[in-house]
């Protein structure tokens, strides 16, 4: 089939796929470069706004008074189980998309070669659901830096319900069935011919 949105979809999710390759190689260098403490560190900030991972390295966002958010201390300033909680808990969401990104190309293709009711493609709605689920597990537990707008405190921990991933995770399953239904409808238009 010669579709160009089924094309520019799976451009666009192996651009993706690349940069979450990418984040995940960034994390894991900074999980082997935090022990060594390089000077480098220094200049960067780790920012937790619901995002996986940001970074900011600008020196004018260090604390706004008067009620703005301050970032996270450098890198350097981290305690390890800080770091290493942070990177971890960073890493496996990065996993978890990585899978959904190759399961969600592998239904493109099938879709663009007119297989789209395959069985396959409701074993893939059906893992994507269940790796959302995982995400919104992971997603709940964070710690964060309690800070005075002058220096670090100490930590907190909080639990986020972001029920986004659970939402995605609906709809996931919800296709499946869909895609299962229309499976047997497939099978039993192929036992009547």
């Not at 094309?7 to 190689?25: E, N, P, Q, V, W």
């Not at 890198?75 to 399961?103: D, H, N, P």
């Not at 296709?175 to 229309?182: C, N, P, S």
Request: a neutral charge; glycine letters at 4%.
């Amino acid at each position: 089939m010669n579709n160009n949105i089924l094309k520019l979809a799976t451009l666009a999710a192996r651009f993706i796929l690349l940069l979450d390759i990418l984040l995940g190689l960034i994390l894991v260098f900074f999980m082997i470069a935090w022990p060594l403490e390089l000077s480098f560190l220094e200049k960067i900030h780790i920012v937790q706004d619901s995002s996986i991972f940001k970074f900011e390295t600008s020196p004018s966002f260090e604390t706004i008074p008067g009620g703005g958010v301050p970032l996270s201390p450098p890198l350097s300033e981290f305690g390890t189980f800080y770091f290493y909680f942070t990177c971890v808990r960073s890493l496996t969401m990065v996993a978890i998309l990585f899978k959904i990104i190759q399961l969600s190309i592998r239904i493109i293709k099938s879709i663009s070669s007119l297989e789209t009711f395959r069985f396959e493609n409701v074993f893939s709605f059906r893992k994507m659901g269940q790796l959302f689920l995982v995400w919104f597990a992971v997603a709940i537990p964070s710690i964060k830096p309690l800070t005075d707008f002058v220096e670090t405190i100490g930590l907190t921990m909080t639990a986020t319900l972001d029920f986004k991933y659970a939402l995605f995770a609906l709809v996931c399953f919800v296709l499946a069935e869909i895609f299962k239904e229309g499976n047997k409808l497939m099978e039993e238009n192929k036992l009547t011919i």
